[in-house]
Structure formats: structure tokens, C-alpha cells
């Protein structure tokens, strides 16, 4: 791993902007290495903030990219829990990415066919690679230190062959999700966690500081070889002891 690194800024509002410069700056190396940009969205508030930085930014240029979904929910994409649903009508609408540049779900599969059905479409999107290595990966985490859909002491934690998996019991409704396993979400070239407000100061202090076993999934996130960073608010840093970033306005990282 290229080593985590850990920014702190004053609130939502600023972060918002630095989170939107990342990735389009990742987007503009990946186009010029690889003629295309792979992206991995989750879902939450990161919707709204990353829909409204990026039509923010002049001459957004979107048709390399190639967009798919760290997780989802398998309802209908008109149902207001699907993140699919959400970007589209948020982002996707608004920006030059082609439809056949957004990997979606099949929703009215089972959940198992789901899960099978997605792994081949990414398969067919990453060809010759074992695992998927997408360019970045945005993550948020939940109060008990979940992402994507692997939560605390779940079976899938210790995935290790799948690419995507189904989980029909998740503890956060709804329950029958589909979620890209570690071993995918390890293997990007880059990982972005978006984690801001009071609310996530105790959970964001044990997944960054905490020795506890077993970790919890947010905890188990650490590239093979890519970098990794955990974009934060003032009030989620508030526990921290541990030495972070504070970028001065209009930084870029």
C-alpha cells in the first residue's frame, strides 16, 4: 500500500470540492495511462455531495469513464433505496457518460443471480484481470463500521474468492443487497472514505486507531498496492490522537 493518509477539514462544505478535484484528477491520469477511467460509487450522503461538487467543476468530460457500484440494494431503480436510482437522477442525467459506461444491477434477478449476474459484468469490463481493479473506489462507512454491504463479524469479511457477493440479511434494511468483496475493493489503484459529522467520531477513532480483533470491515480496507485516503470532517476527527492532514483552502491532493 502507498500509505493511508488521513485529511481533516473544517466541515463538509470544504471537503466537498477537494473530493471532486480527486477525482477528476484521477480521472484525467487514468485516461491518459489507460484511455478510460474506472470509478466504484457507494451510496448515502456521498450522493448528494459528489453530484453537486462534480457539476460544479468546468468542462467535466465524462465519456471515458466507465462507473459501477461498490454496493447496491436490489429494489427497483425507481424505489428512493436505490443508489443507482439516486446518482442518475442526481448526476448521470446531468454529465456526457454513456449508458453503456454505468454497470448496473439487474434488479428483478434473485438475489444470488444478482450477485452472478454483476460479477460478469464486471468481468467483461476488466477483462484479464483476476479481480476488477478499478481506478478509485469512493467508500463511506456506517456508525457500526460497516462498508460497502461487508458488516461487523459477517461471513462475507472472509470472502476470498468472489467478486461480488449476496448478502440477505444485512442488519441495515433493505435487506437483500449486493456488495463488492475485500478482495476487490483491495485490489484499486486508489480508495477514497468520505466520513463526516459528530456521529462518526467514535467509530472513525476505532477503525483508525483502535488494536481490536477482529477489525472491523472499514478497518480491513488497505490497498495491495494503491493509496488510500479517509476524507473527514472536523466533528468525525474530534477522538483522533493520531497525526492527520490539514489542507490549507484550495489545497488538491
Given at each position: 500500500?502507498?500509505?493511508?493518509?488521513?485529511?481533516?477539514?473544517?466541515?463538509?462544505?470544504?471537503?466537498?470540492?477537494?473530493?471532486?478535484?480527486?477525482?477528476?484528477?484521477?480521472?484525467?491520469?487514468?485516461?491518459?495511462?489507460?484511455?478510460?477511467?474506472?470509478?466504484?460509487?457507494?451510496?448515502?450522503?456521498?450522493?448528494?455531495?459528489?453530484?453537486?461538487?462534480?457539476?460544479?467543476?468546468?468542462?467535466?468530460?465524462?465519456?471515458?469513464?466507465?462507473?459501477?457500484?461498490c454496493d447496491?440494494?436490489?429494489?427497483?431503480?425507481?424505489?428512493?433505496?436505490?443508489?443507482?436510482?439516486?446518482?442518475?437522477?442526481?448526476?448521470?442525467?446531468?454529465?456526457?457518460?454513456?449508458?453503456?459506461?454505468?454497470?448496473?444491477?439487474?434488479?428483478?434477478?434473485?438475489?444470488?443471480?444478482?450477485?452472478?449476474?454483476?460479477?460478469?459484468?464486471?468481468?467483461?469490463?476488466?477483462?484479464?484481470?483476476?479481480?476488477?481493479?478499478?481506478?478509485?473506489?469512493?467508500?463511506?462507512?456506517?456508525?457500526?463500521?460497516?462498508?460497502?454491504?461487508?458488516?461487523?463479524?459477517?461471513?462475507?469479511?472472509?470472502?476470498?474468492?468472489?467478486?461480488?457477493?449476496?448478502?440477505?440479511?444485512?442488519?441495515?434494511?433493505?435487506?437483500?443487497?449486493?456488495?463488492?468483496?475485500?478482495?476487490?475493493?483491495?485490489?484499486?489503484?486508489?480508495?477514497?472514505?468520505?466520513?463526516?459529522?459528530?456521529?462518526?467520531?467514535?467509530?472513525?477513532?476505532?477503525?483508525?486507531?483502535?488494536?481490536?480483533?477482529?477489525?472491523?470491515?472499514?478497518?480491513?480496507?488497505?490497498?495491495?498496492?494503491?493509496?488510500?485516503?479517509?476524507?473527514?470532517?472536523?466533528?468525525?476527527?474530534?477522538?483522533?490522537?493520531?497525526?492527520?492532514?490539514?489542507?490549507?483552502?484550495?489545497?488538491?491532493l
Open positions: 500500500m502507498a500509505g493511508r493518509r488521513v485529511v481533516v477539514f473544517p466541515s463538509s462544505a470544504e471537503l466537498g470540492p477537494v473530493l471532486a478535484s480527486l477525482v477528476k484528477s484521477r480521472a484525467d491520469k487514468s485516461i491518459s495511462a489507460r484511455g478510460r477511467f474506472t470509478l466504484g460509487l457507494s451510496g448515502g450522503s456521498l450522493v448528494s455531495m459528489l453530484s453537486k461538487e462534480l457539476l460544479a467543476l468546468p468542462d467535466l468530460d465524462c465519456s471515458k469513464w466507465v462507473v459501477g457500484f447496491e440494494r436490489l429494489v427497483s431503480f425507481d424505489d428512493p433505496e436505490s443508489t443507482y436510482g439516486l446518482y442518475k437522477s442526481q448526476l448521470f442525467s446531468k454529465i456526457n457518460i454513456p449508458d453503456s459506461g454505468i454497470l448496473t444491477i439487474e434488479p428483478s434477478l434473485p438475489v444470488k443471480e444478482c450477485a452472478e449476474d454483476y460479477t460478469c459484468k464486471l468481468k467483461e469490463a476488466f477483462p484479464g484481470d483476476g479481480f476488477p481493479v478499478f481506478d478509485l473506489l469512493l467508500l463511506g462507512m456506517g456508525p457500526d463500521g460497516h462498508t460497502c454491504s461487508l458488516f461487523p463479524d459477517h461471513p462475507l469479511l472472509e470472502e476470498t474468492q468472489k467478486i461480488v457477493a449476496p448478502i440477505s440479511d444485512s442488519p441495515k434494511p433493505p435487506p437483500q443487497r449486493v456488495t463488492m468483496t475485500l478482495p476487490v475493493v483491495n485490489s484499486a489503484h486508489c480508495v477514497a472514505f468520505v466520513s463526516t459529522g459528530g456521529s462518526k467520531a467514535a467509530i472513525l477513532k476505532e477503525v483508525l486507531e483502535g488494536k481490536e480483533s477482529p477489525a472491523l470491515p472499514a478497518a480491513r480496507v488497505v490497498p495491495t498496492n494503491g493509496e488510500l485516503f479517509w476524507l473527514i470532517d472536523d466533528p468525525a476527527a474530534a477522538s483522533l490522537t493520531i497525526q492527520v492532514e490539514k489542507p490549507e483552502s484550495g489545497a488538491k
